[in-house]
T-cell receptor
């Protein structure tokens, strides 16, 4: 079964550094998402992306965050200047369309540790 | 995002027992989804519900979409050790964004 794949599985970075988290969504999916899960907490929506632009973003997704689909297969999340509180699991998800009959499929996540 | 209240927060169950958990919301959702997350992995879709009142099964899992569209439950029958994990409910509205519950941690005693 097709999968959403994310790399790296674990990223350690120093505060203030830039990080790029990478995702390869399922190939025929059109809608892409990033979610975040701080340790022990629930999964939170960050941003959705369709047709090469952001569709919606949460209040968490501030100017330090950006997303890009640099080619036909990758979908990236960049954090420009990481803060300690950015430490979390970051999940990429994709769906073929929106709304009903199109549940999101998640990758296994990237654990980001900011020291 | 919309607030989903998921309960119980955790449960210890005996192997072979049936398990039930539920989610409620003050808002209406068009779709209810149940995901399972195991350590070090992303949420994996278990069941998706699209119509109010719908009852859907996936093996030993059964989930229902509440008539009011503000709640859903998930049942696991005859639990086995591999049922351990965190179960999340998620609601989806027309804006396709998922709102997640806080999760129910299930631990099975052999």
């Amino acid at each position: 079964e097709p999968e959403v794949t994310q790399t790296p599985s674990h990223q350690v970075t120093q505060m203030g550094q830039e990080v790029i988290l990478r995702c390869v969504p399922i190939s025929n999916h059109l809608y892409f998402y990033w979610y975040r899960q701080i340790l022990g907490q629930k999964v939170e929506f960050l941003v959705s992306f369709y047709n090469n632009e952001i569709s919606e973003k949460s209040e968490i997704f501030d100017d330090q965050f950006s997303v890009e689909r640099p080619d036909g297969s990758n979908f990236t999340l960049k954090i420009r200047s990481t803060k300690l509180e950015d430490s979390a699991m970051y999940f990429c998800a994709s769906s073929p369309s929106t709304g009903g009959y199109s549940p999101l499929h998640f990758g296994n996540g990237t654990r980001l540790t900011v020291t | 995002g919309q607030q989903l209240n998921q309960s119980p927060q955790s449960m210890f169950i005996q192997e072979g027992e049936d398990v039930s958990m539920n989610c409620t919301s003050s808002s209406i959702f068009n779709t209810w989804l149940w995901y399972k997350q195991e350590p070090g992995e992303g949420p994996v879709l278990l069941i998706a519900l699209y119509k109010a009142g719908e009852l859907t099964s996936n093996g030993r899992l059964t989930a229902q979409f509440g008539i009011t569209r503000k709640d859903s439950f998930l049942n696991i029958s005859a639990s086995i050790p591999s049922d351990v994990g965190i179960y999340f409910c998620a609601g989806q509205r027309n804006d396709y964004k998922l709102s997640f519950g806080a999760g129910t941690t299930v631990t099975v005693r052999a």
